[in-house]
């Protein structure tokens, strides 16, 4: 069995090798964080760090979302384009914190800032749920299954 890893960008120079595979796995890693803002319950404004970090998560968010969309949309075609007889089978893991089931564990990642630097214990812990939240994802195990099964 070859595997053969791809950065898609948006050029020619990989669609020979997409129009060949049988298998195309997408994982998709989502850091959306929501933070908590308890605006309506305050007479004073929110300050301007506050103001800034909306500012640009909120449209950093929306991009993330369309693009996960655009790939699930991209799949569904390559899928569709098969040669009349070709199998082609796509799998797009999410990992994303919404699938954690533990409401605290759920917001402790929501709260993790976005930044190049980060405390080692945050570091750790973000590898660790990462791993998990793949290795959980419907897509990824159905692509385990089918690896094992040969299929």
Known sequence: MAFELLKVEANEA????LRRARKVVVISVN???FADVD?????APPDTGTLADQMWSIPV???????VEQVRDKLAAWQADA?????R???LAAVTFDS???????LYFRQVKTSLTL??????????????????APAFQRLVVDLNSGR
């Open 39 to 43: 605006w309506d319950r305050s007479a």
């Open 89 to 91: 089978q796509a799998y």
């Open 119 to 136: 405390p080692k214990d945050q570091v750790d812990r973000l590898r660790e749920v990462g791993g998990r939240l793949l290795r959980e």
């Open 100 to 106: 954690l089931k533990d409401p605290a564990e759920r």
């Open 31 to 33: 850091a959306l964080r």
């Open 83 to 87: 040669a009349p007889g070709a199998k």
């Open 61 to 67: 968010d929306r991009i993330s979302l369309d693009a």
């Open 14 to 17: 990989v669609l020979p090798a």
